[in-house]
């Protein structure tokens, strides 16, 4: 099992800046995918940015410029600097982590909000 906490959520305005941290705990060794998938009102959940175990970093096209992945491996935390924030990007924000690149198990943090206000 892996517990996932998330925070840093907020109300922002357009062009501002947040940073999104997820916490990771329980059985977290091995292969993994860890990373941030956001679902707005109406729509599906969709990928934002990942980082493997191995560092390979993918992010969604909308993204990419604006957002930036990290991890402190020491803390089994990752982090989203989201910076030019526009109100498109006001969505939930799930912390996810993949254990295993073969028969994986999902785990999902509780969701935290993102706001920005036009």
């Known amino acids: 099992q892996v517990q996932l906490v998330e925070s840093g959520g907020g109300l922002v305005q357009t062009g501002g800046s947040l940073r999104l941290s997820c916490a990771a705990s329980?059985?977290?060794?091995?292969?993994?995918?860890m990373g941030w998938h956001r679902q707005a009102p109406g729509k599906q959940r969709g990928l934002v940015a990942t980082?493997?175990?191995?560092?390979?970093?993918t992010y969604a096209d909308s993204v990419k410029g604006r957002f930036t992945i990290s991890r402190n491996t020491a803390k089994n935390t990752v982090y989203l600097q989201m910076t030019s924030l526009k109100p498109e990007d006001t969505a939930v924000y799930y912390c996810k982590f993949r254990a295993g690149f073969t028969n994986p198990t999902d785990y999902w943090g509780q969701g935290t909000q993102v706001t920005v206000s036009s």
């Open positions: 980082i493997t175990s191995g560092g390979m970093i």
């Open positions: 329980g059985s977290i060794a091995g292969n993994y995918v």
